[in-house]
């Protein structure tokens, strides 16, 4: 039972565009959501998160939207740099004694064009 | 810099011996540790709870035997995988937040080859 679901395994953009990820979820007990940048043989590399009580969260060239209604989040990066080129990860968690246990999405490989 | 700090990043070791991977977080205490094991071309699958002064927790389908864990201090938790076989061979990966609500941090992650 995949209850992290990222149903695009690529995406290509070309630089300067926007690049919008997607990221939906089936548990309602996860109340808190988060996007991760990986490499190969390399571990997570944090990039934005949103607690359940917010819609959008923006750092830098990064938003994060929820739809709780539709359980569904969106990473949007703008602009695309060839440098974003990796796999994102969507996590989820949910609250209490349970934070920090993510359950993860099965990723999608972002290739960001010159 | 890392917080969150794994050794070794690369190991290869024979079937049927036992190698330990450790997991440092290095800019604050963590009463909770969790290992994740990522196959190639695979997501990130959590393998088990690490849980400072206690036995750790694991997730369905993950051998407790197979894969010790220890959490003898706020700062270190390490995975020792026992017997191993070519199919353990892996990306295993942990991660620790300071506390609930702040950023959760992922080491650099530990190859496992198994020959």
Redesign the interface.
Known sequence: DQQVKQNSPSLSVQEGRISILNCDYTNSMFDYFLWYKKYPAEGPTFLISISSIKDKNEDGRFTVFLNKSAKHLSLHIVPSQPGDSAVYFCAASAGGTSYGKLTFGQGTILTVHP | GAV?S?HPSWVICKSGTSVKIECRSLDFQAT?M?W?RQFPK?????MA?SNEGSKATYEQGVEKDKFLINHASLTLSTLTVTSAHPEDSS?Y?C???PG??D???????S?LTVV
């Open positions: 969150v794994q909770t969790f994740y695979q997501s990130l699958m959590l709870t990306f990966i991660s620790a937040s609930a609500g950023t959760i941090y992922f080491g650099e992650g190859w």
